[in-house]
């Protein structure tokens, strides 16, 4: 993969994370989120830390691409569901286990470990999907150049 094909990959990819993020925690979420609002900033204070979650959610989607790249056979649908279900249950653990640490409902913790499955086999659908735009042959004939 060159490294203007990564990053158009990693682009398209961030978008979908961005997005479905939003969706999940600022639609989806947002009432489960009141009832626990003594744990979060507020969302007129929340805005200035901004930045840090986009380069979170786009230091996330540069890592799973590169690691489904390099530890993947092909770029294909079924490698990416494979994948993402592998990285996306290790996350969940992680989102699972914050029910013991913070005054949370099991419901959300639940619903974070949905999420992080869902985020990480969509990122890694888009990222297929942007990796494989190119006809076969000119995939094959960039990769021979990359290896020379």
């Known amino acids: 993969m060159t490294f203007k094909r990564f990053i158009s990959t990693v682009t ?8 479905f993020e939003y969706i999940v925690h600022a639609i989806l979420l947002k009432d489960i989120y009141s ?3 003594f744990l979060w900033r507020a969302e007129d204070v929340m805005i200035q830390y901004f930045h840090y979650t986009a380069m979170s959610q786009f230091l ?3 890592a799973m691409v590169y690691m489904f790249h390099s530890l993947s056979k092909e770029f294909s649908f079924i490698e990416a569901f494979r994948f993402g279900v592998f990285v996306g249950l290790a996350i969940a ?3 699972i286990g914050t029910y013991a640490y913070m005054p949370i409902s099991f419901k959300l ?5 949905m999420a992080s499955i869902i985020k990480c086999v969509g990122t890694l ?3 297929c999907i ?3 735009k190119k006809k ?6 960039e990769e021979t150049k990359e290896e020379n």
């Open 136 to 141: 076969p042959e000119e995939n094959s004939e």
């Open 35 to 37: 009832t626990t609002s």
């Open 60 to 62: 996330f989607t540069a």
């Open 125 to 127: 659908f888009v990222a």
């Open 109 to 113: 913790s639940i619903l974070w470990a």
């Open 12 to 19: 398209g990819a961030f978008i979908f994370v961005f997005i």
């Open 130 to 132: 942007l990796y494989n």
């Open 93 to 95: 653990a992680i989102n």
